[in-house]
């Protein structure tokens, strides 16, 4: 299997970067390889100096022979039972293989110690690049890493304390749209349901639904926003305790896949006439018993301008980081 | 984080390995890692002293010391886009939480070679355990890592040339009941829709569709089988092609869950009446347009049950290879 990076007149090596950090080949060593008590002023001058000629270490020679590296990169998600994030992962492994590349997937499991843990880890097996949907408050940590040439995109929410490759989706519009299709139905009171305000993406998207309600002249009831709907049993638990109000909404705004699909589930049950709209399109939402309508988009393209991204930097672009953002679309399902 | 494993009394290092073997210490470090031009029988000398002794490459006290892992177990699937594999994921990586490991998930892509190439990639990042489900018919190549202590798990098929624990479904009995359903339906012209016969699960459960007819004295008839069927979209063009015909079918078997998705899609899409029955469960199954029989099983149970083993074995379990088999069951949605 050949390396999927295009030729080079002459990488640089260790030697060159103990040259221009003006240290012993050793000292790179011991940086490169993460040996503990090296003092601080001698990794940064190697850091420097790696970044300074585009030093990558797993181009280095010594390595390559070795036997150990496949050109492999690295996939953080947050869950893969959710088919948002294992479409992800299928879409990156599909680039990864048009660049003779192996993928390696990991789940953060939404814990930011875990992130950090599996990001280090991965960065000690010595992946050629990763893409992370982030879940941690801090990324700065990974900054050697990125400094040593191992480039990082980040999909879905941006990262924080690091200037990187974001990809994210339109979510405030999204939700606006999905939020002022409700209100165009004649919906006042429109619950709103999601996991956590301090997701990035569930953030936008509450500004999103309030700024579509601001706009048709409806106030923001609190009452009506239900957090901590983290899978469809959840979902399916807060829409029958608003249903069961004595003023229940009469629609629903799911803020992601899962929670549409519980919230569906329990309206069916109830054969409830309530409008639901969702955040995410799922696979079969087309065929489900009642009437539903998703802010929709591509998401294999989604994944695949990310992963195209982080091989764009692999390759050896070096250009200032991007942040690209994708539309949404509103996708009305009637009855089947 | 502590290392999975239970404490023992003195765990065998790679001096005792060289001792038992008769080798120098250079020579188990290079069997160990792998270099090459080491002359076979030393390679068999090492790996018997090792297994005799109860050698784990990963307990080496210069390994744990070095910095690179913390507890890492590797799980292959085939594709992570398949519900009934990102599930798989999910609990594999519940389980490995449990045990305070990480999990990092390859996908082979249903090619022997890239199978193998991700297994000795795995192992060549030094993780402490290895789940399968086996794409290749031949697995001799990960003989000497188990005997250096990586203990192989292979679920949902069994491996071949390498003795280790395997879990698999009852899925003879399975596609026996979903055809048996069908007849009992009245069917006497049931297609079967698959994807390889050279996939285990797959040629299992035609054995079981045979078996079913048989019983009911009908013939197997091979102008109703559709083998290559190998998403929704395929299965979708099978159905419309057999319908088409003069001589259509009344009933589908699907032999797997994309199968039916997609099968269940054109019949609903031409408002078929034909009946429909579908090996694997999915999530939205009972809220289909649709009346819809499913060969379900827990799935959760059973990548449980192999993760378990194989933490079993990562904690010292030396008991002869087991293969267990969990039985499935027939659910008939009606139409909602």
Partial sequence: MTHAHGDRLRRPTMVDVAQRAGVSLKTVSRVI????????DLIDRVLESAAAL???????????????????????????ANPFYSTIADVAAEVARHHET??????????????????????????????????????????????????VVFLDRPATGLLADTVLLDNRGGARDGVAGLVAAGHRRIAVLLDSLSVYTMHERVLGAQEALAAAGLAWDPSLVRQDV???????????????????????????????????????????????????????????????????????????????????????????????????RLVQHPSP
């Fill in 230 to 328: 983290r899978d469809p049993a959840a979902a399916g638990r807060a829409v029958a305790e608003l249903l069961d109000r004595a003023d229940p909404p009469t629609a629903f705004f799911a803020l992601n896949n899962r929670i549409t699909v519980g919230a569906l589930q329990e309206l069916w049950r109830r054969r409830s006439d309530a409008g639901l709209a969702g955040f995410d399109d799922f696979e079969l939402s087309h065929l489900m018993p009642r009437p539903l309508t998703v802010v929709a988009y591509d998401l294999r393209a989604y994944a695949r301008t990310a992963a195209e991204l982080l091989f764009g930097r692999i390759g050896g672009d070096h250009s200032a980081p991007r942040t690209v953002i994708l539309p949404t």
């Fill in 102 to 151: 192996l993928l390696i997937t990991a789940s953060s499991e939404e814990d930011p110690a875990r992130e950090q843990q599996l990001l280090r880890d991965l960065c000690a097996r010595r992946v050629d690049g990763l893409l992370v949907v982030p879940t941690g408050a801090d990324h700065a940590f990974l900054r050697p890493e990125v400094e040593l040439g191992v480039p």
């Fill in 33 to 40: 390889n993460k040996s503990p008590h090296v003092q601080q």
């Fill in 54 to 80: 585009g030093f990558r270490r797993n181009h280095n020679a010594s390595t390559l022979r070795s036997g150990l590296p496949t050109a492999t990169i690295g996939l953080l998600i947050e869950e893969i």
